[in-house]
């Protein structure tokens, strides 16, 4: 058996994993960056191409309070007030240090470029280019990260638990994925940096680690999970034809600056039909411009499908060809290039788009500290809930993610300071014991109940949901469960895909449980969670819910304190400009 022992372990090596191993590291901790993959090459912040929002105020006047106050009317009134604050207060530093470390800003007359992004007052979003954004962040925190002679890098860790001694997180529990070993991280704090749940669904835009494993990570420590049926769909990822080396959401800057026209397989528009069915028309004219806002967009989509008129990809159309080739090129000249090269001329042709499970707005439930129910287990970037209530404004994620990863990073290095080594033995034993009953008797095929579950999730927990789907999926769940059984199937091969898909089944069935008992619970539709025998907000349940792990079985809980900031309550109009 391998150990290690450091000051502060950071569970995910993403954007937020990154930042918080900088910040635990300059101030003083030894800190050991953990990861399934290599270190700053997975996650969601390497594959984002789109921008940051931070009010920098750049080129147009700003501040971070019209930042937050866009921010909670996203959230549909769920937000936690105090780290959406946080969020919002913290995010021009992060974005100027990251200018002073050489991301490469996009500029414009020698100011940092802001695009304006949907649902922001004002243009407040940075970008490196339409292509690199996400890229770029990554390869510069690699950068620091390598360049922290505290910081120790170490991929092709599986980490199976989180370990707690005496009710205190003391370090956690992996296996070496290339040899199946046990190892032993023995810390005096620990960090869940590993992202949202977006894996579980058929459909998504995550990078193949992100199944909700902090979340799992969480409850069997001991912690509570928040807003958990807040899952946030995009309903124009791509679909066909092939593309490769982009985002598969990179056709909303597309549709909102040059006019995207969605049709249905039957090559005829349909959005002005469900505009006028839900009376909003928000932004609805005959010139081309998008009319549906997005849960709009996506319900659209999903009922020409059902109704068979979908493209044969099972999707919808999205078309370019009414825009001047000269005008494509204008506006997004380097992708069209990419696009080329993946066989793609909007000018010729459609493609194919249909809703994609994005980003989760539940997870961990932190204090302003980062710091779980848990004592010294801290979270940070998209494994955090309730700053972004029931849907996440655009432009938020990297934000939170160079934000909390800080934060947690600083808070959990204080901790460090003051603390001994709790890690005994026993904070392990029953995760060592769980991995020696692996067994050769593979009596199903993980991969393959994998892909069930993501359809069962895909399907009837998707973006619209029901009674009667919710509890066929709660059932469905409880019989893939059965399923893998209590002991680890393994092949005992080098880098044992088996084990490592039980241990990922899990994760995500608990996970996936998570979600659906508080969909299934909360009888509204609001934000990202849409119920159709439910429709229309309702104001008695402007409530959180909490998720725990007791004795074995997940209870859910109504959490009415929502923490409200004293800066939300000020008027706009008092807000500095």
């Known amino acids: 058996m391998i150990k290690f022992e450091t000051d502060v372990l950071i569970v995910g090596a993403g954007g937020a994993g990154m930042y918080a191993a900088i910040e635990a590291a300059k101030s003083g901790a030894s800190v050991i960056l953990a990861d399934?993959?290599?270190?700053?090459?997975?996650?969601?912040?390497?594959?984002?191409?789109?921008?940051?929002?931070?009010?920098?105020?750049?080129?147009?006047?700003?501040?971070?309070?019209?930042?937050?106050?866009?921010?909670?009317?996203?959230?549909?009134?769920?937000?936690?007030?105090?780290?959406?604050?946080?969020?919002?207060?913290?995010?021009?530093?992060?974005?100027?240090?990251?200018?002073?470390?050489?991301?490469?800003?996009?500029?414009?007359?020698?100011?940092?470029?802001?695009?304006?992004?949907?649902?922001?007052?004002?243009?407040?979003?940075?970008?490196?280019?339409?292509?690199?954004?996400?890229?770029?962040?990554?390869?510069?925190?690699?950068?620091?990260?390598?360049?922290?002679?505290?910081?120790?890098?170490?991929?092709d860790l599986c980490i199976v638990d989180i370990a707690v001694e005496d009710g205190v997180a003391c370090g956690a529990t992996a296996i070496h994925m290339e040899t199946g070993e046990p190892v032993i991280l023995a810390a005096k704090a620990v960090v869940i940096a590993t992202g949202g749940l977006t894996r579980l669904y058929r459909r998504n835009s995550a990078s193949l680690n992100m199944a909700g494993d902090g979340y799992a990570l969480a409850l069997r420590a001991g912690a509570p999970l928040i807003d958990m049926e807040f899952v946030q769909f995009f309903p124009i990822g791509h679909l066909a034809p092939r593309l490769v080396g982009l985002d598969p959401i990179m056709w909303d800057p597309f549709r909102y600056k040059l006019g995207g026209i969605l049709l249905n397989g039957q090559m005829r528009e349909f959005e002005q039909r469900y505009a006028a069915e839900d009376g909003r028309h928000e932004g609805g004219r005959n010139d081309g411009t998008y009319v549906l806002t997005r849960d709009l967009?996506?319900?659209?989509?999903?009922k020409e499908v059902e109704a068979g008129r979908g493209s044969p990809a099972g999707g919808a159309y999205l078309s370019f060809k009414h825009v001047p080739e000269a005008e494509l090129r204008r506006a997004f000249g380097p992708v069209i290039d990419t696009l080329a090269k993946n066989g793609i001329d909007l000018t010729q042709r459609p493609i194919e788009v249909a809703p994609i499970a994005h980003y989760h707005m539940g997870g961990v439930k932190v204090d302003t500290q980062f710091e779980s129910a848990v004592p010294n287990l801290f979270a940070c970037g998209e494994a955090v809930g309730g700053a972004n209530g029931a849907n996440r404004l655009s432009g938020n994620a990297i934000t939170e993610a160079l934000v909390f990863g800080a934060r947690a990073g600083r808070s959990a290095a204080a901790t460090a300071a003051k603390a001994s080594h709790r890690w005994r033995p026993s904070a392990s034993a029953a995760t060592l014991d769980?991995?020696?009953?692996?067994?050769?008797?593979?009596?199903?095929?993980?991969?393959?109940?994998?892909?069930?579950?993501?359809?069962?999730?895909?399907?009837?927990?998707?973006?619209?949901?029901?009674?009667?789907?919710?509890?066929?999926?709660?059932?469905?769940?409880?019989?893939?469960?059965?399923?893998?059984?209590?002991?680890?199937?393994?092949?005992?091969?080098?880098?044992?895909?088996?084990?490592?898909?039980?241990?990922?089944?899990?994760?995500?069935?608990?996970?996936?449980?998570?979600?659906?008992?508080?969909?299934?619970?909360?009888?509204?539709?609001?934000?990202?969670?849409?119920?159709?025998?439910?429709?229309?907000?309702?104001?008695?349940?402007?409530?959180?819910?909490?998720?725990?792990?007791?004795?074995?079985?997940?209870?859910l809980a109504a959490d009415a304190r929502l923490e409200r900031s004293s800066h939300a309550a000020q008027p706009l109009a008092d807000i500095p400009a």
């Open 36 to 155: 399934r993959s290599l270190i700053g090459r997975g996650g969601a912040t390497v594959m984002a191409m789109m921008t940051v929002a931070a009010a920098i105020g750049a080129q147009t006047p700003d501040h971070w309070e019209r930042h937050l106050a866009d921010t909670l009317t996203a959230g549909h009134g769920l937000c936690n007030e105090s780290l959406s604050a946080i969020l919002c207060e913290d995010a021009p530093a992060r974005i100027l240090e990251m200018d002073a470390w050489k991301v490469g800003w996009a500029r414009e007359d020698g100011h940092i470029e802001q695009a304006h992004a949907p649902g922001h007052d004002r243009p407040r979003c940075v970008y490196v280019d339409f292509l690199n954004t996400g890229p770029a962040v990554s390869k510069t925190l690699r950068r620091h990260v390598q360049n922290a002679s505290t910081i120790r890098r170490i991929g």
């Open 297 to 302: 967009a996506t319900y659209a989509i999903m």
């Open 434 to 555: 769980l991995l020696r009953r692996r067994t050769p008797s593979v009596t199903a095929n993980p991969a393959a109940l994998i892909g069930e579950l993501q359809g069962v999730m895909m399907d009837k927990v998707g973006p619209f949901r029901t009674q009667t789907q919710l509890d066929e999926a709660l059932a469905d769940i409880d019989r893939i469960e059965r399923a893998i059984g209590t002991d680890p199937m393994a092949s005992g091969a080098p880098f044992d895909a088996v084990l490592v898909d039980w241990l990922d089944l899990r994760n995500m069935v608990l996970v996936a449980r998570s979600v659906t008992l508080a969909a299934r619970a909360r009888l509204e539709s609001r934000g990202s969670h849409q119920r159709e025998d439910f429709p229309g907000l309702d104001p008695r349940w402007q409530f959180n819910q909490t998720v725990e792990l007791r004795d074995g079985r997940l209870a």
